[in-house]
């Protein structure tokens, strides 16, 4: 029997690979990036799961706004990546500092 | 009528120094002088206009408040005249001699720079003192008390470019201080028995607190009237520069000799006489209060004196001369005879401002030559500055038929008939207080106006008349006021409603109805002849046989080194206490000012916060990543605070 | 049955292609990984009856976010040989504070599920009604000016990916029309007296 729980269950799963991706991630700020979508997606997955166990359409409203501001963040942060690469030559997590001094 | 004039006379002394302080430089000399001998001169007539109202109608004596300073709650705070027979024989002293020392100053003074500005000065002082006399009320008495500390400070400074007028007017604020602490705490003892400072309330209900006592400790109570009386005179003490706190009146003799004439002999240091005059009141109440007045004024009169035997500075013969007769008048108020202490304090107003002014004279002479070593002889080149110092020493002296052999012997003979806790050993003191006395006093006239003349005096010739003027009107009160005024001043009741003292039958044993029977009782006695002893005997030391008191010096060359050093109050004061409080200054401010307060509270907490930021600093290594993991410690701490909230394990 | 086989599948499926896309070394993988999980990520949807959102997940992100990512990544051309150090010196903390997240979670859900107040019974099998139908009369009525907003953030973010990325290079030769449409003829021709030259 599937219930709620097994729903959200995955979806904690899902958002704590997602976590601890953006923590160890080693190289580049694009898997950092993944990671967020990973996220979201963990996120998604309650509204959904809550909106059909309480037949209710608005969790799947919630998500069709999560999933646009996604894109648009997804697109705008993949921009900033490129002009990022552009002045620093790396999207390397471990080289970009100036957030210090 | 007499509520506005005196009112006037209290004012005009200030207008006018207020307008010689500003528009003196640019006005010239004249204008300055004239202006603060008019404001003096008013003020004075106005005095004896008083004066003779009063003697007509006694009931126009008035209390009356000129407005409310202050009222908080039901407290409030008045500025007020009292004027009655005590006010009015101070103010006339007071502006007598201010407009003497006014005049004698346009000689004295007319080279000096500053010249509008001391005339300034002495305006605002005769201000100060009449504000002091004239208040209905502790706090005007406080605060003229403070303004002719303020201006003697100013004047003994005048001088501002020479160090040791510096020094010696801060010695005298210093020492000041220190009585004026005691006063401000005996009023404030007094204000909150009584709540209200006003002088005829107080006064009045006096006797209700006789019982009352403050507790100092928990093994140790003091009737508050005697401890307010004590503190009280010891704002007397600073003032009037009575033993231990006189060591500033000596060195105020820095300041010009006008104001040694006026503020450190005639007026401002007899103020704490005054004041005991019109805290009689109080002071009858209580006797041991009296008893220390009158053994402090005993020492005071009898040491001091003694120092005037060994110094070579001539104002400073006649300062301690001062103290000694100050001595005096604290220890006739100490045997309650307040009368007679106002009366020598009267008298010797006017000789001991004859004294100085005729040493000024001297001084001026001689080109500001103050040694007495260097002086002698000067009797045939300065006659009428020798006369008038004649007359002023044997006032001093007590010589039979002057004004202070009026007050003094009355003053004495009221001790002798004392009967206070210690006047048995006051008397004794006076009495040899009386051959010092006519021993310091001749030995300075006889040093300074006899012997032979020095060479480089040749020249000397007496200086201009507003000098000599004032000589001669001092001369005459100080030669005959005694004649008049001792029969209704101290035998009959002139100050009967000012003063609350036994009758003059009780404090002299004996009635007395004039002075001319008080001459003949007093020459039965021994006090005139002990001064006559003495100015044998200084004209024995210091005209016939001038290598005794050489000698003297070298027999008792211990004696002779403590007097020398001024019985090493001084050393005392400056080694000691000076020291003392510097050292705890000292490390109040290295310990607690900069270690505790500075170091430890105020840069303490800027470097603490500065060196846990640096720290923290740490955290902010500029890695993303680093930012993240702090982020997702959050958020698995307040994922595990929920936890345990939904657990029931933490509320 | 069917049901409780599917999920598992997929939701196993999910859980790797996850841990795929941080584990792996090379971001061209990493991103594939990712298309797997929002595939399987819109199977699961299906079950959930959201038809729509699972069909706008994969051509929306599959079809433009995630081709967006692999083009970022091959235009950037980042150098994969150098990705030898896999993990930062944090991964072992970061490890446990991830399971631990997972584990607060998962232990939340389960002590909470009494207060989710779900009737079971309740759930209806397939509807009449077209999912879409449904979500889009939500849209249209209730949501209307989430709706526009959401269309603004979209143009908002057509406008500033294209101003960051856009690079106007110097010393390129090309025509500015503004320029030369509002040329003026008093700046082009200087007219000189001869005589006064004289």
């Given at each position: 029997m599937l219930t709620l729980q097994s729903y959200l269950s995955l979806a904690a799963i899902i958002f704590a690979?997602?976590?601890?991706?953006?923590?160890?991630?080693?190289?580049?700020?694009?898997?950092?990036?993944?990671?967020?979508?990973?996220?979201?997606?963990?996120?998604?997955?309650?509204?959904?799961?809550?909106?059909?166990?309480?037949?209710?359409?608005?969790?799947?409203?919630?998500?069709?706004?999560?999933?646009?501001?996604?894109?648009?963040?997804?697109?705008i942060g993949l921009a900033i990546l490129v002009a990022l690469y552009r002045n620093k030559k790396s999207i390397d997590v471990q080289e970009l500092r100036t957030l210090r001094n | 009528m007499l509520f506005n004039l005196s009112l006037i006379a209290l004012i005009m002394p200030l207008i006018a120094g207020i307008l010689a302080g500003f528009f003196g430089k640019t006005l010239g000399k004249i204008f300055t002088n004239g202006v603060t001998i008019l404001g003096v001169l008013i003020s004075f007539i106005i005095s004896i206009f008083i004066l003779i109202s009063i003697l007509e109608n006694p009931e126009l004596v008035f209390n009356q408040d000129v407005y409310t300073w202050l009222s908080i709650g039901s407290y409030k705070l008045s500025i007020g005249l009292l004027v009655d027979n005590l006010t009015v024989s101070m103010m006339i002293v007071v502006n007598f001699?201010?407009?003497?020392?006014?005049?004698?100053?346009?000689?004295?003074?007319?080279?000096?720079?500053?010249?509008?500005?001391?005339?300034?000065?002495?305006?605002?002082?005769?201000?100060?003192?009449?504000?002091?006399?004239?208040?209905?009320?502790?706090?005007?008495?406080?605060?003229?008390?403070?303004?002719?500390?303020?201006?003697?400070?100013?004047?003994?400074?005048?001088?501002?470019?020479?160090?040791?007028?510096?020094?010696?007017?801060?010695?005298?604020?210093?020492?000041?201080?220190?009585?004026?602490?005691?006063?401000?705490?005996?009023?404030?003892?007094?204000?909150?028995?009584?709540?209200?400072?006003?002088?005829?309330?107080?006064?009045?209900?006096?006797?209700?607190?006789?019982?009352?006592?403050?507790?100092?400790?928990?093994?140790?109570?003091?009737?508050?009237?005697?401890?307010?009386?004590?503190?009280?005179?010891?704002g007397a003490m600073g003032k009037s520069a009575q033993m231990p706190l006189h060591v500033w009146l000596p060195d105020s003799m820095e300041g010009p000799t006008p104001i040694s004439a006026l503020i450190h002999a005639a007026t401002m240091v007899t103020a704490g006489v005054f004041m005991l005059a019109r805290m009689s009141p109080l002071f009858e109440l209580s006797t041991s209060a009296l008893s220390f007045v009158l053994i402090i004024g005993s020492i005071t009169a009898i040491s001091t004196g003694l120092l005037g035997l060994v110094q070579y500075d001539?104002?400073?013969?006649?300062?301690?001369?001062?103290?000694?007769?100050?001595?005096?008048?604290?220890?006739?108020?100490?045997?309650?005879?307040?009368?007679?202490?106002?009366?020598?304090?009267?008298?010797?107003?006017?000789?001991?401002?004859?004294?100085?002014?005729?040493?000024?004279?001297?001084?001026?002479?001689?080109?500001?030559?103050?040694?007495?070593?260097?002086?002698?002889?000067?009797?045939?080149?300065?006659?009428?500055?020798?006369?008038?110092?004649?007359?002023?020493?044997?006032?001093?002296i007590g010589f039979p038929g002057f004004s202070g052999f009026f007050s003094k012997d009355a003053l004495i003979e009221a001790v002798s008939h004392s009967s206070v806790y210690a006047s048995d050993f006051a008397y004794y003191c006076v009495l040899i207080g009386v051959?010092?006395?006519s021993l310091y006093t001749f030995r300075l006239f006889f040093l300074v106006f006899h012997g032979p003349l020095k060479d480089e005096n040749i020249n000397v010739k007496e200086p201009q008349l507003s000098i000599l003027i004032p000589l001669i009107l001092l001369a005459i009160p100080s030669m005959f006021i005694g004649w008049p005024t001792i029969g209704p001043l101290v035998f009959d009741d002139f100050f009967a409603n000012s003063i609350i003292q036994p009758s003059s039958n009780d404090i002299f044993g004996y009635q007395f109805t004039d002075s001319y029977h008080f001459l003949t009782h007093?020459?039965?006695?021994?006090?005139?002849?002990?001064?006559?002893?003495?100015?044998?005997?200084?004209?024995?030391?210091?005209?016939?046989?001038?290598?005794?008191?050489?000698?003297?010096?070298?027999?008792?060359?211990?004696?002779?080194?403590?007097?020398?050093?001024?019985?090493?109050?001084?050393?005392?004061y400056e080694n000691i206490f000076a020291r003392l409080f510097n050292n705890l200054s000292n490390s109040l401010w290295n310990n607690g000012d900069i270690k505790i307060i500075d170091n430890f509270i105020v840069n303490g907490t800027a470097h603490r916060v500065g060196r846990f930021s640096s720290r923290v600093r740490e955290l902010q290594s500029g890695y993303i990543y680093h930012y993240a993991l702090m982020m997702v410690l959050g958020l698995a701490l307040f994922l595990a605070w929920v936890v345990f909230k939904s657990l029931g394990l933490v509320i | 049955m069917i049901k409780e086989l599917i999920f598992y599948t997929f939701s196993s499926v999910l859980i790797c292609s996850s841990l795929a896309v941080i584990l792996f070394r090379n971001p061209v993988y990493s991103a594939v990984s990712l298309i797997l999980s929002f595939i399987t990520s819109g199977f699961?949807?299906?079950?959930?009856?959201?038809?729509?959102?699972?069909?706008?997940?994969?051509?929306?992100?599959?079809?433009?976010?995630?081709?967006?990512?692999?083009?970022?990544?091959?235009?950037?051309?980042?150098?994969?040989?150098?990705?030898?150090?896999?993990?930062?010196?944090?991964?072992?903390?970061?490890?446990?504070?991830?399971?631990?997240?997972?584990?607060?979670?998962?232990?939340?859900?389960?002590?909470?599920?009494s207060q989710f107040n779900i009737n079971s019974l309740s759930i209806q099998e397939p509807d009449q009604v077209s999912n879409?139908?449904?979500?889009?009369?939500?849209?249209?009525?209730?949501?209307?000016?989430?709706?526009?907003?959401?269309?603004?953030?979209?143009?908002?973010?057509i406008i500033i990916s294209i101003s960051l990325t856009l690079r106007t290079r110097k010393n390129v030769k090309t025509q500015i029309a503004s320029e030369q449409i509002n040329v003026d003829p008093s700046t082009r021709i200087k007219l000189v007296d001869l005589k006064e030259r004289d």
């Open positions: 690979i997602g976590i601890i991706g953006i923590v160890i991630n080693r190289k580049n700020i694009i898997i950092v990036m993944m990671c967020t979508e990973l996220l979201l997606i963990s996120v998604n997955f309650n509204f959904i799961a809550f909106s059909y166990f309480n037949q209710d359409i608005a969790g799947q409203i919630f998500v069709f706004f999560i999933l646009t501001v996604a894109a648009a963040e997804a697109a | 001699v201010s407009l003497m020392v006014h005049i004698y100053t346009i000689g004295y003074m007319h080279k000096d720079p500053g010249y509008h500005r001391f005339f300034c000065y002495i305006s605002l002082f005769t201000f100060a003192m009449l504000s002091l006399v004239m208040s209905n009320n502790f706090l005007q008495l406080f605060f003229g008390w403070e303004a002719v500390g303020v201006m003697s400070y100013l004047l003994i400074g005048f001088w501002y470019t020479k160090e040791s007028a510096i020094k010696a007017n801060f010695k005298a604020f210093i020492i000041n201080r220190i009585g004026d602490m005691f006063l401000i705490l005996g009023i404030a003892l007094l204000f909150s028995i009584f709540g209200t400072l006003d002088y005829e309330y107080i006064f009045n209900n006096a006797e209700s607190i006789t019982s009352n006592t403050v507790v100092l400790s928990s093994s140790f109570e003091i009737s508050s009237l005697t401890l307010a009386c004590l503190l009280l005179f010891g001539i104002k400073r013969v006649i300062a301690y001369s001062t103290l000694s007769q100050l001595g005096y008048m604290v220890v006739a108020a100490g045997v309650s005879a307040y009368s007679a202490s106002l009366f020598h304090l009267m008298t010797h107003a006017f000789f001991k401002a004859l004294l100085f002014l005729a040493a000024g004279s001297v001084i001026v002479a001689l080109h500001h030559e103050q040694d007495i070593r260097k002086m002698g002889g000067l009797r045939s080149k300065l006659p009428i500055t020798y006369i008038t110092s004649l007359i002023g020493s044997l006032a001093l051959l010092i006395t007093s020459l039965s006695g021994p006090v005139v002849y002990i001064a006559i002893f003495g100015i044998l005997v200084s004209y024995l030391l210091y005209v016939i046989k001038k290598d005794i008191p050489e000698k003297l010096s070298q027999t008792f060359n211990p004696f002779y080194k403590v007097l020398i050093n001024k019985y090493y109050f001084d050393h005392l | 699961l949807w299906l079950l959930l009856q959201a038809e729509f959102l699972a069909i706008v997940l994969i051509l929306v992100y599959v079809g433009a976010v995630m081709v967006l990512f692999l083009f970022v990544i091959m235009m950037l051309n980042i150098n994969n040989e150098r990705d030898k150090s896999s993990f930062n010196s944090l991964a072992p903390f970061a490890l446990f504070i991830g399971l631990i997240i997972a584990a607060e979670l998962i232990t939340l859900i389960w002590i909470n599920s879409t139908l449904a979500l889009g009369k939500e849209l249209f009525t209730n949501y209307i000016l989430s709706f526009e907003i959401a269309g603004f953030i979209l143009l908002l973010a």
